[in-house]
């Protein structure tokens, strides 16, 4: 099997957090096997997926020791975009796209909304609620019904995201589980303890630029709330009607050239 070297925020570390952890999941489905950057060969392009660190200086430091930047599904959130050394094949949102001021026709969409292609399983709601912090979080500690967002390389992840599919309603202010939840049609809202703060807002917001509204209007804004009450009414008023926007795009501009 061919591979493909991937760099991302925890490329050397034994454990990844939640989105990370669906990039090897993902390069799989398209045929290849997942290789951390730091193991792949030098003269051979390196992949920038699931993330929010599309600025300049965390493309160069990706790009040390290879030959290029392959950018597939990246999003940008801060840092200086000016200058960036990269071969764009397709974006997050519409604000990144807008801030590199690429053309209309570079495609857009985030990775883990193939989830539902890559692991089909249906949305059977079981009675329990599930608590999902975003990784910075854990500092605040866990209730007993929270899903641990760090993953071991190895470990069951497919059981992780069965487990989100199958949760009454999830709450959390993880990105990418929101995402899985919107991809799968899962009851779900954006919840912050009273000590924390929404991870990177610009994420959310160009995520939520690629959504469709079921009844055409305007996919609006993401909103965070304080309570599981609040969370709940916003998916009754809002959330149920959110879908994932098309793939196709970004499906047909995976960088199968970059596979070694």
Not at 128 to 156: K, Q, T
Not at 206 to 234: M, N
């Amino acid at each position: 099997m061919k591979k493909i070297a991937c760099y991302h925020w925890r490329s050397d570390c034994e454990s990844l957090n939640f989105g990370e952890a669906l990039i090897p999941l993902i390069v799989g489905y398209f045929g290849y096997e997942y290789v951390p950057s730091h193991h792949g060969p030098a003269d051979k392009p390196v992949l920038l997926s699931i993330g929010s660190e599309l600025y300049r200086d965390y493309v160069n430091t990706a790009k040390r020791g290879h030959e290029k930047v392959v950018v597939w599904g990246q999003g940008h959130a801060r840092g200086d975009i000016a200058g960036i050394d990269a071969d764009i094949r397709g974006v997050r949102g519409y604000q990144t796209r807008d801030t590199l001021g690429a053309d209309s026709f570079l495609p857009v969409g985030d990775p883990g909304f193939l989830l539902p292609m890559i692991h089909p399983v249906v949305h059977e709601s079981q009675d329990y609620l599930l608590h999902a912090p975003h990784w910075h979080a854990r500092r605040f500690g866990y209730v007993a019904d929270s899903f641990n967002l760090e993953i071991i390389n190895g470990d069951l992840l497919t059981a992780k995201i069965e487990r989100l599919v199958y949760a009454k309603f999830v709450y959390t202010s993880s990105l990418h589980v929101a995402i899985t939840c919107i991809a799968y049609g899962v009851p779900f809202g954006l919840f912050l303890n009273r000590q924390e703060k929404a991870n990177l807002t610009a994420k959310w917001r160009d995520v939520w630029s690629t959504l469709v509204h079921r009844e055409g209007r305007h996919p609006g804004q993401p909103k965070f709330f304080h309570s599981l009450h609040q969370c709940r009414d916003w998916w009754v008023d809002e959330g149920c009607y959110l879908l994932p926007p098309s793939m196709d795009q970004m499906v047909a501009a995976f960088p199968h050239d970059i596979a070694y």
